[in-house]
């Protein structure tokens, strides 16, 4: 079982910026992909938009509202995943939750954070 403990977000001015961080419990070398989903209200879970992505490879994946402002990284030491927001807009505005695929025997598992809330005022 993995777990996620999300951090950072909060209250922003739109042009902004912020960092959201999500610590995983075990090895980044066990999950095969780490993903920053946002959700706004009125939205079902289902309907979670994938803002970015990062494989255990290394490759990276933007929601085309994300590209050229957000940035997804991580730290295999510190087995954290991060999203770094830059010019944010009000419409960035969501709760965040990161998630993590991992294989379990031969299944394939997927894992939510609590979620962080994120506000950008205009």
């Known amino acids: 079982q993995v777990q996620l403990v999300q951090s950072g977000g909060g209250l922003a001015q739109a042009g902004g910026s912020l960092r959201l961080s999500c610590a995983v419990s075990?090895?980044?070398?066990?999950?095969?992909?780490l993903g920053w989903y946002r959700q706004t209200p009125g939205q079902e879970r289902e309907q979670r938009e994938a803002?970015?992505?990062?494989?255990?490879?290394?490759?990276?994946n933007y929601a085309d509202s994300a590209k050229g402002r957000f940035t997804i990284s991580r730290d295999a030491a510190k087995r954290t995943v991060y999203l770094q927001m830059n010019d944010l807009r009000p419409e960035d505005t969501a709760v965040y939750y990161c998630?993590?695929?991992?294989?379990?025997?031969?299944?394939?598992?997927?894992?939510w954070g609590q979620g962080t809330r994120v506000t950008i005022s205009s």
């Open positions: 998630k993590a695929i991992y294989i379990v025997d031969v299944d394939r598992r997927a894992c």
């Open positions: 803002v970015a992505t990062i494989t255990n490879g290394g490759r990276t």
């Open positions: 075990r090895s980044l070398r066990e999950i095969i992909t």
